[in-house]
């Protein structure tokens, strides 16, 4: 009797090898859940984007992300220059410009036709 407590309290204490794969089984489908779902489309949705600001010349119209519309007057580095009224410039990070929507319907219009 006393064999069969000890040995029930060995078994009770040891770790059973296969909850420990079942761990490490669920961590990684967790890891790919979120890799599918949730990081490769902001990484493709970046990249996109990045290209759009690589692409935009002068004369594009564009939006900041503050919401001001404006055209594209001269294209530096790292800034645009944007004319959002006569006589009125602004120097602005690229990062906060986005192509018009207007601009980004008509180029994907010409990209059908082609």
Not at 9 to 15: I, S
Not at 54 to 64: P, S
Not at 77 to 100: H, N, Q, R, W
Request: proline share 2%; charged share 20%; hydrophobic share 50%.
């Amino acid at each position: 009797m006393l064999n069969f407590i000890f040995l029930q309290a060995a078994n009770a204490a040891a770790p059973q090898q296969g909850s420990q794969w079942s761990f490490w089984i669920m961590m990684i489908l967790i890891f790919v859940v979120f890799y599918f779902f949730m990081i490769r489309p902001q990484t493709k949705k970046q990249k996109e984007l990045q290209k759009q600001r690589e692409a935009m010349k002068k004369g594009d119209k564009v939006i900041t992300a503050g919401g001001i519309h404006g055209i594209i007057r001269e294209v530096q580095d790292t800034t645009f220059l944007i004319e959002v009224a006569k006589d009125v410039v602004l120097k602005l990070d690229k990062a906060s410009v986005y192509a018009s929507a207007e601009d980004v319907q008509a180029d994907a219009a010409n990209a059908n036709t082609k």
